[in-house]
């Protein structure tokens, strides 16, 4: 009867996905992040791999769950589940394949569509380290990202370049965001189940959430 | 006288009788007076006993008084305590009753709370009974979880497994067409290192001659007996105690010979006009470092495919729609314009023609300096043509290779200076080892029931494994990290030298990934993963499908290597090819014999072409002549064993082919001719029958 097996000596629990085109480097981004290391050889995700990593946010201990999904086409149908409960996403790119890049648009829609709508979106431009291939010129996709109101970072699992500060500003982006939603909670009191505080499951969709699929989602 | 007498008597009588009377009264009274003042002398003396005893009288009298004072008040005192004692007897009875009540409040108390605290107890057990049952159910789960996960992972190795073995069935059909990846939207899949092909029908191939290969070679005729490995060797044992792979020119040639022989050829920094004369003799420094950025002028122009390659796929080109209409631009250009381009000529070959996309200068190169506090400043930007910037980026790959052996991905094996020099280093220049054999022959028997459920005809399968266990050892794979590393530096070399023949673009021609092998922590029954599994299984596999392919398509061969093509081979069954194992087996195994009995081979195949007539005489004299080996070995039976030199002779031209990988055999990486010595025998056994 030991507790500690069970780890609760975090404050929060974010689940964050990484989304992405095949081969873009999301599974050694977090293989970075996480356990500091990076496998030159790695193979394409099948369905979605976790992985978790507690930091310290302005005192608070927040416990990073990460969810690396698979990027490949196939595995589309399965991935927008792994959405549900999401607090954060980073949408990743690589920035020596143009393609990668075009399709965050892609990528940033069926967020909106899938997600809870106020997950804070990451925008991550991959190994950086391959500058004399680079087919995204940093202003272009720096704009982009301001203009979606993301997040923006340059990295390279390579080199661990930017990781570890691409899950932090996007962990105290979360923070900073679920503390104030939560003073708002203590005002309104109401509503209490959309808590971005852990992932909640709610069994009868909000009519926000009824509009958007009805608008939206085809299939 | 008488009467006288008698009178004078009587008298004198009378008087005697007087005078007695008087003494005696006299008498008396002095007696009595005596008495008197004896009496009164004693009243005298009672006197103070009198006065006392008044005295006593008084106090008596006085003591009678207070006594009987005391008497009152020792009633009255009785009286008080009776009145007392009624009290205090009362107060008693209070008091005993109150004890007794305060007794029973006290019983009730400490049964109450009794009752409470066992209560709470049976709470607490109950709690703590769900509690453990909780635990264990959580613990339950736990292991539960952990073995999904570990089935998972399995799982997941199982289907890249597949994956793999597909891709590298695909990989190994060279004269497969190279489709655009329309399985993916993207297309980030049509990458440098990873593309995605698709075999079409045979037939198509043949007619698709745009999509043909010009010519790539394989894996396992890469040398490693060049000084220039040596020099590889020598950047890999000093490259972790330098800063940047410059500093290794003291120790290794290996980055000199690179730039003068092979870089400096292709780019021709010294007719580069464009640059500066401080440019053209930093700029290959900047790029040893990593500080050149080479990017599109927009990002809008890696929309436009390069070369001989095709359209985008239909769903980048929905993508695009449905991001013009509704989505932010990503670009500052909207994806319909045309791509953005200088008038500049090109700095490298002065290229100034606007006519066609791969002339115009799309894209810049850019030097950077590093500042003192760890900035990193653009210096220089220069337009760079198609071509160019292929050749730029090729040159920036190898250089980032280099760079990436020093970060230690790569995971190489030590060498050392010393262990170089006094030839120690052999290990890393033969590519097999007798410790890889027994490894993969684990292996191998446990892919073997993997390979045996996708055959129909297992067993005949199998035994072609088996038998083939020795081949492992010729197929000239590399064995160390170091060598895949000098393979990953051939095939970058080899692409500047295409780019240096005169082509756009190489990112639809087939590559095969190479990469180290990395042991994998979690395996602890498998010593190296099943990455690794795949590279080594890799070429059996591809002959064991490679007969499947066969069988199901009636025999069609797809190697087109293979001097024999498709004539013999048709008739091949899958038992034959288990006999085509073994004796490729024997062929290997001994290396004495190997070239002799390749010519047996070409002897068998050109026979089998040519006389069909003379299979009799075939029959006999291969028999006469197995006959001493059989003793030895009986799966001998199976080989060739005659030369025919005469006939050799007749047939030069058709042979021409197979001597040349004849030679490849005697340089110990015969990969190649394997397959041509498959459908040899193939035919062999064909003509025996």
Redesign the interface.
């Known amino acids: ?1 030991n507790n500690e097996d ?1 780890g609760y000596d975090y404050d929060y629990l974010f689940k964050i996905v990484l989304i992405g ?4 480097g999301k599974s050694n981004l977090l293989s970075r992040f996480t356990t500091n290391e ?4 790695s ?2 995700t ?2 979605v791999e976790f992985a978790t990593r507690t930091i310290e946010v302005e005192g608070k201990k927040i416990k990073a769950q990460i969810w690396d999904t698979a990027g ?3 595995y589309r149908a399965i991935t927008s589940a792994y959405y549900r409960g999401a607090v954060g996403a980073l949408i990743v790119y ?1 920035i020596s ?10 990528w ?2 069926e967020l909106r569509d899938n997600a809870d709508d106020n997950v804070a979106v990451g925008l991550i431009g991959n190994k950086s ?9 940093t ?3 720096k ?2 990202a301001s ?2 109101e993301l997040l923006f970072t340059e990295t390279s699992a ?2 661990s370049e930017n990781v570890d500060q691409a899950f932090r500003e996007l962990i105290t982006a979360i923070y900073q965001m679920v503390s104030k939603h939560q003073v708002d909670l203590g005002d309104s009191g109401n509503n209490a189940a959309a808590a971005p505080k852990g992932p909640t499951i709610s069994l009868t969709p909000t009519p926000n959430e009824n509009k958007k699929s009805s608008s939206s989602n085809c299939c | 006288m008488s009467e006288q007498s008698e009178e004078s008597k009587r008298i004198s009588q009378q008087v005697t009788a007087l005078s007695t009377q008087l003494i005696e009264s006299i008498d008396k009274q002095s007696k009595l007076e005596e008495k008197l003042n004896h009496a009164n002398k004693i009243i005298a003396s009672q006197q103070p006993s009198l006065d006392k005893y008044s005295n006593l009288k008084v106090e008596f009298e006085k003591l009678k008084i207070s006594s009987e004072d005391q008497q009152k008040e020792l009633d009255n005192f009785k009286v008080k305590i009776r009145r007392e004692r009624e009290l205090r007897e009362n107060a008693e009875q209070e008091v005993e009753k109150l004890s007794k009540e305060v007794e029973d409040l006290t019983a009730t108390l400490f049964d109450e709370a009794n009752n409470m605290v066992a209560d709470a107890r049976k709470d607490k057990y109950t709690v703590e009974v769900l ?2 049952k909780l ?1 264990e159910q ?1 613990h339950e789960k736990d292991n539960l979880l952990e073995t999904l996960n570990l089935q ?1 992972k399995n799982l ?1 190795k199982v ?2 497994t597949v994956e ?1 073995e597909n891709n590298s069935l695909i990989g190994n059909n060279r004269y497969s067409i190279i489709q655009p990846d329309s ?9 440098l290192e ?1 593309i995605t092909t698709t075999v079409s029908s045979y037939s198509q191939n043949i007619s698709n001659m745009a999509n043909g290969i010009i010519y790539s070679p394989i894996i396992s005729s890469i040398r490693y007996d060049l000084p220039l490995y040596e020099e590889f060797l020598k950047f890999i044992a000093v490259i972790p105690h330098c800063r940047t792979i410059k500093d290794t020119s003291s120790d290794s040639k290996l980055i000199r010979r690179l730039v003068n022989d092979e870089i400096n050829p292709v780019l021709k920094l010294d007719n580069a006009s464009g640059l500066g004369w401080i440019v053209r003799k930093t700029i290959l420094s900047t ?1 040893m470092e ?1 500080l ?8 809008v122009n ?2 436009f495919q390069m070369g001989n390659s095709t359209q ?1 796929p239909n769903a ?1 080109a929905s ?2 729609n ?2 013009q209409s509704s ?6 250009f909207p ?1 319909t314009s045309p791509p953005i381009a200088l008038h500049e000529p090109c700095s490298f070959c002065g290229e100034s023609r606007d006519d066609i996309i791969e002339h115009a200068r799309m894209y810049v190169l850019k030097t950077q300096n590093k500042q003192e506090d760890g900035t990193i400043m653009v210096t220089n930007t220069f337009p760079l043509c198609h071509w160019c910037l292929f050749k ?2 090729q040159t ?2 190898i250089f ?1 290779f280099l760079r ?1 052996l020093k ?1 230690g ?2 995971n190489l094996e030590k060498v050392t200076m010393k262990s170089i020099s006094s030839k120690d280093s052999s290990r890393f220049s033969v590519v097999t080892s007798a410790i890889r054999q027994t490894k993969t022959e684990d292996r191998r028997s446990k892919r073997m029931s993997f390979i045996g459920g996708l055959t129909k005809n297992s067993s005949a399968i199998n035994t072609a494994q088996v038998e083939s266990t020795t081949s492992m050892e010729i197929t000239g794979l590399p064995t160390t990290n170091i060598q895949r590393a000098w393979i990953q530096l051939c095939k970058l070399r080899s692409i500047l030298h295409w780019a240096h023949v005169g082509i756009w673009s190489i990112d639809d021609s087939i590559t095969s ?1 190479i ?2 092998e ?1 042991k994998d922590p979690d395996d602890k029954l498998e010593p190296a993963s099943i ?1 690794a599994n795949i590279k080594i299984t890799k070429k059996q596999i591809e002959k064991d499908v490679e007969s499947i392919i066969s069988e199901n398509n009636q025999g069609e061969s797809f190697d087109f290597e293979s001097s024999a093509s498709t004539s013999g081979a048709t008739e091949a069954s899958s038992e034959e090819k288990s006999i085509a194992g073994e004796s490729e087996t024997k062929v290997h195994a001994s290396q004495d014999n190997s070239e002799h009995q390749s010519a047996n081979a070409l002897e068998q195949e050109t026979k089998n072409n040519f006389e069909e007539v003379t299979k009799k005489d075939i029959e006999q004299e291969s028999e006469s002549e197995r006959k001493p080996k059989e003793a030895g070995d009986e799966t001998l039976t199976h080989e060739p064993n005659s030369i025919s030199p005469k006939i050799e002779e007749e047939n030069k031209e058709d042979t021409a082919s197979s001597k040349a990988s004849n030679e490849d055999d005697e340089n110990g990486t015969a990969a190649s001719s394997i397959n041509e010595t498959d459908d040899v025998l193939d035919n062999y056994t064909d003509a025996n029958d």
């Open positions: 009867m069970y085109d095949s081969g873009v990076f496998n030159i050889e193979k394409s099948i369905g490949q086409e196939r690589d394949k143009s393609g990668t890049y075009e399709n965050c648009n892609h940033l829609k380290d391959l500058a004399h291939l680079r087919a995204v010129p202003a272009e996709a704009n982009f203009e979606n390579l080199n | 509690n453990t635990v959580l998972l997941k289907l890249q793999d399985a993916t939207t993207s297309s980030s899949t049509t990458s990873k790029m990593g050149v950025v080479v990017e599109p002028l927009s990002g890696e929309t985008p980048e993508n695009k449905e991001s989505m932010p631009k990503l670009f500052k994806l730029v980026r920036c790959e980032a990436s970060t991905v790569w990934k990469g180290p990395i990455e």
